[in-house]
């Protein structure tokens, strides 16, 4: 699991180069650094998986879905066979790119891709339709900009925590 990874400065410091540019080559890596290019694909080898998964980040926007829109979901007198149902659905339908259980007012947040409000309609309706049942409340907004994006921190991240385990 993730807590056999050593966060030293090193690592923190690879994570937050590849968070900056996924390509950037290990010889690169290496020199800025301070390691070896052996030395740093070992590290980058065990934390790919562990710590994070190599994945392209897509604009849904620059292919023509212009509307990119947070759904948040509350559900009520659902059996778990009708949960597992819904899931498999939204997790079926292309335009649904993200599907995360919460806790809180919400039991799901989605996102929900689309041409435009027309689109949207058509693909919103089809989910309440078919799940009207189990579906409570349903709230969604339009994503008009996004200014961080899970952009992890590493070292400060790794600093608080270490600062915490001392005052106690």
Known sequence: MANKIKF???NCKILELLQKDCRISLTDIAKKIGLSVDSTKKRIDKLNGEIFFPKIQLR????????VIDVRIKLHNYTEKELNEFIEYLK???YIV??????GQWNLSLVLIAKDAMDLGVKTD?????????????SESLTTAVYKFENYEMDKLV??????????
Do not use: C, V
């Open 126 to 138: 089809a989910i309440k339709k078919k799940f009207g049942r189990i579906i409570n409340e349903w």
């Open 92 to 94: 079926s339908n292309p």
């Open 98 to 103: 993200e599907i995360i259980s919460t806790a």
């Open 159 to 168: 600093r608080d925590e270490e600062k915490l385990k001392k005052r106690k």
């Open 60 to 67: 849904p926007r620059h292919f023509g879905y212009n509307n």
């Open 8 to 10: 030293d400065e090193k």
